[in-house]
């Protein structure tokens, strides 16, 4: 290829790129550049190149214009065109090559692959050239074949019919250790030293084979080419017979690469794909893999295999009040323990943020489940050190065993999580194995989540009332919201049964914004016949950890049209955790007007701090106080040290659970302002409590 006849018309608006290109493509051909778009098909058609480098984003003319403008003259029409473009989508690729685009190079300027991209496009046109000349011009162009050979990326080897090396180009000097005068007429296997990459065993070269069989044949999967010295390339390619125009065969051509590179990607691309990046454990997807694999060969031989699935107790707090990068350190310390104690033999996983998975396939041979769990709990107690300060974590662990509660990978999974979950309500830092018992618990779980799912969508709740009673003239001026669910036979299914599944699976938000609306809109029915009445209405926890909750509760209130004074909260003090935040948002709602009651103080973990800080209008006594206090003296000095306490920062007080003559007798004794309980009144269904204290104007 001759640069000097060659000829590149460059066209690119920025200087840059203009000049990059130019001094990449100057050794390979004369040069024109042209830096106006406008201007570009003139200086094409004036110059007749053998090929064009076209930029695509110009302003005015775009590349794809110029381009369209060259393939509609005939005169410029023929010419190659490569587009330079900081675009990779296929939508650009499509619109290039569909102008006639032979070929892309992409910004930044690569100067090395761009002149390989343009050398082969001029090598191209120069034997497009060639070939159109007389038979005299022959000896020429086997001298070009010759030089496009020894410049193509890929290793290029030619042998005789008897299998000796007659041709080899500097890719494949370079990747087999042989100059060309050292290769040649040497046998072709000797050249390449093609070995099997797992065994090492030597393999048939591809090009005898060709020769063997007279048709092309691929590279054994698999293939490495061993140098003379001594260094190992990945290669694959294809090898072909050689045959002249009467037949006969004259020898073999075998073209091949190397994909080192291109392997080694693949191979840590795979090992991304599964494994966990923080741990380097494997993750769900290779788990899951590994646990159908060993179902198989446990059906096969008939014997056991476990699987563990490990979480660390309270990490959300931890993760969130610490921060994620605590969070990590704390994932990671923890994979460490639990790999070196259940050891190489095992998997272990991380198949969640805080999950563990470890699968034990040697059940039977001393490799216990129990004692594994045992160690990794054991394991998961040793305090972690944060900036000096130790931490104390602990470990909920459930265990699924194959073939005695599974079936398959999936079912294993799931059992082990029921079980995790028990060890969870057991009070954590243990273990439980999945059992019947277990599965018909889980089993009832989700239908019970379907049915509140329905009732939630269906907006079938019912909302059932409980009087308070003033202990001085036994009026009913208000009353305690308690909701309830019913089965498809219509039997009452109570709140202990669905009000925890609730707050678990985040349907609490919704509930309790059905049970409020329901109890405003009893108040508003109370009003519109003159009747004021006021409704407490219990508030979970996770509803108060909702930031928008206290404008929700104002937007119910005034749809309902009522007072806000006519609604009061009741919080329980054992569910609160994040201590501020249910600071501001009691703060927010007590801004409304709505009174704050705190329900259970003395249980859980109440304190006198919430008394003090919150913005507290009621007080509740709990009934586990109530019950005992007339047979127990500790019971009723709790009570009384209760009362004496809200009575002297002004509370109103409210004793629940009262269930008898010497229950009420006591507790007005006492000075509390109001009382419920069944001693005084059942709760019933909002229509008969309307009809009982609000038609018969019982209420002063």
Same mark, same amino acid.
């Given at each position: 290829m001759d640069n000097e006849t060659q000829k590149v018309v460059i066209i690119d608006d920025e200087p840059t790129t203009l000049l990059l290109l130019e001094s990449a493509v100057e050794s390979l051909a004369k040069v024109v550049t042209v830096?106006?778009?406008?201007?570009?098909?003139?200086?094409?058609?004036?110059?007749?190149?053998?090929?064009?480098?076209?930029?695509?984003?110009?302003?005015?003319?775009?590349?794809?214009?110029?381009?369209?403008?060259?393939?509609?003259?005939?005169?410029?029409?023929?010419?190659?065109?490569?587009?330079?473009?900081?675009?990779?989508?296929?939508?650009?690729?499509?619109?290039?090559?569909?102008?006639?685009?032979?070929?892309?190079?992409?910004?930044?300027?690569?100067?090395?692959?761009?002149?390989?991209?343009?050398?082969?496009?001029?090598?191209?046109q120069d034997q497009k050239t060639k070939l159109a000349r007389v038979n005299q011009e022959l000896e020429a162009e086997k001298k070009q074949l010759a030089i496009t050979l020894k410049s193509i990326a890929d290793g290029v080897i030619s042998t005789n019919a008897a299998g000796d090396v007659t041709f080899i180009n500097s890719v494949a000097q370079r990747l087999t250790g042989y100059s060309e005068a050292e290769a040649l007429g040497k046998p072709i296997d000797e050249v390449m030293n093609l070995r099997d990459a797992s065994t090492n065993e030597r393999l048939l070269n591809p090009a005898l084979y060709a020769l063997e069989v007279m048709r092309p044949v691929a590279m054994s999967y698999n293939a490495t080419l061993v140098s003379r010295h001594n260094q190992v390339f990945r290669v694959e390619d294809t090898a072909s017979p050689i045959i002249d125009e009467d037949g006969h065969l004259s020898g073999a051509v075998i073209v091949f690469q190397d994909v080192s590179e291109a392997i080694e990607m693949a191979v840590k691309m795979t090992h991304l794909t599964n494994h966990d990046q923080l741990t380097g454990l494997p993750n769900r997807v290779l788990l899951h893999d590994r646990v159908v694999q060993a179902i198989t060969r446990c059906f096969t031989s008939k014997q056991s295999m476990a699987l563990l699935l490990i979480d660390i107790d309270n990490f959300k707090y931890l993760n969130d009040s610490l921060g994620h990068q605590v969070g990590d350190y704390i994932i990671a310390s923890i994979a460490k323990r639990l790999a070196k104690v259940v050891g190489e033999s095992a998997t272990l996983a991380r198949v969640g943020g805080d999950e563990f998975a470890c699968l034990l396939t040697e059940i039977g041979s001393g490799y216990s489940a129990d004692s594994i769990a045992m160690a990794c709990l054991q394991a998961g107690r040793e305090p972690i050190d944060l900036d000096g300060k130790a931490h104390q974590l602990s470990l909920s662990i459930g265990i699924s065993l194959y073939p005695q509660d599974a079936v398959n990978a999936e079912e294993m999974m799931r059992h082990a999580d029921s079980a995790m979950y028990r060890s969870k309500s057991k009070g954590k830092d243990t273990f439980s194995f999945f059992s019947k018992d277990l599965q018909h618990a889980m089993h009832h779980r989700v239908e019970m989540e379907i049915k509140l799912r329905n009732a939630i969508e269906n907006d079938s709740l019912a909302i059932y009332l409980q009087p308070k009673y003033d202990f001085d003239d036994s009026a009913v001026l208000s009353a305690e919201s308690l909701v309830r669910m019913f089965d498809e036979n219509g039997k009452v299914i109570g709140p =202990?049964? &669905?009000?925890?599944?609730?707050?678990?699976?985040?349907?609490?938000? #919704?509930?309790?914004?059905? $049970? @409020?609306?329901?109890s405003c809109e009893f108040v508003a029915r109370c009003n519109e016949l003159g009747q004021d009445f006021k409704v407490a209405v219990n508030v979970a926890a996770k509803q108060l950890s909702n930031p928008g909750f206290a404008k929700e509760v104002a937007e119910i209130i005034n749809e309902a049209g009522i007072a806000a004074s006519s609604i009061e909260l009741e919080t329980e003090s054992a569910l609160m955790h994040d201590f501020e935040q249910t600071r501001d948002i009691l703060n927010d709602l007590a801004s409304l007007g709505v009174t704050i009651a705190l =329900?259970? &103080?003395?249980?859980?973990?109440?304190?006198?701090?919430?008394?003090? #800080?919150?913005?507290?209008? $009621? @007080?509740?006594?709990?009934?586990?106080?109530?019950?005992?206090?007339?047979?127990?003296?500790?019971?009723?000095?709790?009570?009384?040290?209760?009362v004496h306490l809200a009575l002297s920062l002004e509370l109103t007080i409210v004793a629940e659970g009262i269930e008898t003559q010497s229950h009420f007798a006591a507790l007005k004794a006492l000075g509390c302002h109001l009382g419920q309980g069944y001693f005084m009144c059942r709760p019933m269904a909002m229509a008969d409590f309307f009809t009982k204290f609000i038609d018969d104007c019982q209420v002063a």
């Open positions: 830096s106006q778009s406008a201007n570009a098909f003139s200086v094409v058609r004036a110059h007749q190149p053998d090929l064009v480098v076209l930029d695509i984003s110009m302003p005015g003319l775009s590349g794809f214009d110029v381009c369209e403008q060259l393939k509609a003259c005939p005169e410029t029409a023929a010419i190659p065109v490569i587009f330079v473009t900081s675009h990779n989508d296929s939508e650009n690729e499509h619109i290039a090559l569909s102008l006639g685009a032979i070929d892309f190079i992409s910004k930044p300027i690569d100067i090395g692959l761009c002149q390989m991209r343009v050398r082969n496009h001029l090598t191209i =202990d049964e &669905f009000i925890p599944l609730a707050e678990e699976t985040g349907l609490i938000h #919704q509930l309790g914004k059905q $049970v @409020l609306q329901k =329900d259970d &103080f003395g249980t859980g973990y109440s304190s006198l701090s919430y008394l003090r #800080q919150f913005p507290l209008n $009621v @007080l509740k006594i709990d009934r586990s106080f109530v019950i005992d206090m007339d047979k127990e003296q500790q019971a009723h000095d709790i009570v009384t040290a209760i």
